[in-house]
């Protein structure tokens, strides 16, 4: 009895400490996809929260939005400055005070003399006088003064600046009003440098410049005047705000490239969260990679194939891939390839696929489940890619920038039901058809024990095994295993070399020496953590680092004439979509629409012989029948 239940914890305790080892994987994968996120605190423009007023919480909500401009329109009843936009829309108890001045000084107070908690942000409180400036203006000072030094920016540089627009006093009375008060300016009025200083901003009705309707970007003429009186503003040192403008994200964009100071909104936080976001959503390359120039001479020939290389952008839908191309200057090597199809990637229990499903697709010639490794429906292994190639004497390397074990590599030497048990799929390579294998290091083998005793198995299957890039570049034999730690393939954001490239290139220059030809698969993994993290700059270094193995491949079709190249994903991720882009200065803008899988067809490029086969649009499953086809294995049943 002792020793049963001596057993039974025994059992347990293996069972826990693998399923938190698995966990612990899981872990360091979500924390590279989905990690803290750094956004700047503080964008390059601020936000004018437009008839705040007409908020359900007026000052608050623009507030909490980081808008550093709050407008509100005011009259004069009863000797109380009431908030509204017309005389009819005044409601009992809805004063400046109320709504306006105390919250902003109680912000100020617990901020310890500042606006905001960043003592960097300024605000200011744009005060519209609907009518009556003479009577408006005495009682809104001693409003004001009822707050020691809150609202005086004259005295105290800390202070919520008080900004009067609408029905004001000329400007050659500046200097009998409080200096505490200042004004919203207008370009059309020539101000003495004294009145100057009263000025907080310039603003003025965009339709004065231009009909645009806030899409696309204005005529070149409109916009040459918009430029001008923005700049006529900063020349006087002055911040500059439409009114009047569209409220939208591409309004906006356009606004923020001509210069203007202040973004004018009625939509405080969905500005916020677009300026948030501005770090994620957009990137510039200053100087872009040098592509390859394909010859062409043996693209969509007839001559014979006797190699395959397929380059899987893990979630790279064709967003991503102009993305990287606005990116990087106008050039990719993807873009060099001429035959263009498009692939559909429904799973079989789901119309947006996972890597599982997708991949094994890809590798099987089969529809699969979400989840699942290179098995049928019903749960049966499927023959892959490299199992029907074998028998030919073809040799395979699959290679990756993420876990060896995870599904995009998997599906091509492994079956199993359920894509997150690593180390069933790890045993599952002991047996396969794969000659080179290069990626991330498991979990499970971050265990000393386990690892060693992986790695003993695989060498008495005539594997040697690798846990440096180096020492695989430098080795000679066709059997190999290389694992990387994460320090190794962090993304490339982050620091990381052209691992992939040089995967690709020593992979391809030891399976070249087998004369009857090879198959591999390299997968740029993190595109697709960037498209789970809604992280552009991730998305676009990761694509660029995968079009760098793109140009390797391209080049070692020409030079052998019987390889053929085909690039595509296992889906999309993300949901990009292309806000703005200028080749000329290597920027690009999106926008993600989820954190997951879409059901987007995805890009086929194809170069080499036969490579115009490829041409069209078809199941993900197309790929391998096309490919096997051209290889000379025998096909399975469709």
Do not use: C
């Not at 029905?167 to 009998?176: E, I, V």
């Amino acid at each position: 009895m002792r020793r049963s239940f001596l057993s039974i914890l025994f059992l347990f305790f293996v069972r826990a400490i693998s399923a938190r080892t698995m966990q612990d994987s899981t872990q360091a994968l979500e924390k590279l996809m989905f990690g803290e996120k750094k956004v700047q605190a503080s964008v390059s423009f601020s936000g004018h929260s437009h008839n705040d007023y007409k908020q359900n919480i007026p000052f608050l909500r623009a507030y909490y939005a980081n808008m550093e401009s709050i407008e509100a329109d005011i009259f004069l009843q009863q000797g109380k400055l009431m908030i509204a936009h017309t005389l009819e829309e005044i409601v009992a108890g809805q004063t400046l005070d109320s709504l306006y001045l105390r919250p902003a000084a109680a912000m100020y107070r617990k901020h310890g003399g500042h606006a905001f908690a960043d003592p960097k942000k300024k605000l200011q409180l744009v005060i519209d006088i609907k009518e009556n400036w003479p009577q408006v203006i005495p009682v809104l000072l001693r409003q004001l003064q009822a707050y020691g030094d809150v609202f005086d920016a004259h005295k105290n540089p800390d202070a919520v600046r008080i900004v009067l627009s609408g029905d004001t006093p000329p400007p050659a009375m500046f200097a009998r009003i409080h200096p505490m008060l200042f004004f919203d300016g207008r370009p059309h009025i020539s101000y003495t440098d004294e009145q100057l200083k009263r000025i907080a901003m310039i603003s003025d009705d965009i339709k004065n410049y231009t009909a645009w309707n806030g899409k696309g970007t204005p005529f070149a003429a409109d916009k040459a005047k918009l430029i001008a009186v923005i700049e006529r503003a900063h020349r006087q040192n002055k911040p500059f705000r439409f009114w009047a403008t569209h409220d939208s994200p591409n309004t906006w964009i356009e606004l923020r490239k001509m210069g203007v100071d202040l973004i004018n909104t009625d939509q405080p936080e969905a500005l916020n969260s677009f300026a948030n976001s501005l770090p994620l959503t957009t990137y510039s390359l200053n100087n872009p990679a040098p592509v390859y120039r394909p010859s062409f001479k043996s693209d969509r020939s007839n001559r014979k194939v006797r190699n395959v290389i397929l380059l899987i952008g893990d979630g790279m839908g064709l967003a991503q891939v102009k993305a990287g191309l606005s990116a990087n200057h106008g050039n990719l090597n993807i873009a060099n390839m001429a035959v263009l199809g498009l692939s559909r990637t429904e799973a079989a229990n789901s119309g947006n696929t996972d890597s599982g499903a997708g991949g094994s697709a890809i590798a099987t010639g089969k529809k699969a489940n979400n989840a699942t490794i290179s098995v049928d429906t019903s749960g049966k292994p499927l023959a892959k890619i490299p199992d029907l190639l074998a028998p030919l004497g073809k040799l395979s390397g699959i290679i990756s920038t993420g876990d060896v074990t995870d599904a995009t590599p998997a599906v091509f030497y492994a079956s199993q039901p359920d894509r997150s048990w690593p180390e069933q799929i790890a045993r599952d390579f002991l047996t396969s058809h794969v000659s080179i294998l290069a990626g991330g290091l498991p979990g499970p083998y971050r265990d000393a024990r386990k690892r060693n005793g992986y790695a003993s198995e695989l060498n008495a299957k005539g594997y040697e095994v690798h846990y440096s890039l180096g020492n695989f570049l430098s080795s000679v034999k066709k059997r190999q295993v290389l694992f990387l730690p994460d320090s190794s393939l962090r993304p490339v954001k982050n620091g990381r070399g052209n691992t992939l490239q040089q995967m690709l290139r020593k992979t391809i220059s030891l399976l070249n020496q087998n004369r009857k030809g090879f198959f591999i698969m390299a997968e740029g993994a993190q595109i697709d953590y960037g498209g789970h993290a809604n992280d552009l700059p991730y998305v676009v270094t990761e694509l660029l680092d995968f079009d760098k193995a793109v140009g390797e491949a391209l080049r070692f079709a020409d030079e052998d004439g019987e390889t053929l190249v085909v690039v595509t994903a296992d889906h999309e991720t993300g949901g990009l979509s292309l806000l703005d882009a200028n080749e000329k200065t290597g920027y690009v803008s999106g926008s993600f629409s989820t954190n997951d899988h879409t059901n987007i067809m995805v890009p086929v490029f194809a170069y080499g012989p036969h490579s115009d086969e490829f041409a069209g649009v078809y199941q993900n499953t197309e790929l391998f029948y096309k490919i096997t086809r051209l290889l000379g294995a025998e096909q399975q049943e469709r």
